[in-house]
């Protein structure tokens, strides 16, 4: 799977995020509109858990 390694820290926490990954994708064919879900994990050896 494919991901953007970049820190990302959280406004509202604190937390820093470094992995992102597209973990949902949905195709609005009807409405001519596309959604994405990004996912975000401290490292990738975490998201493995």
Known sequence: MKYIEKKLEDSRTGALAVYHEVTGLQVDYTNHSTFIT???????????R
Request: aromatic share 10%; glycine share 0%.
């Open 38 to 48: 990004i996912s975000s994990f401290v490292s990738k050896e975490k998201k493995r």
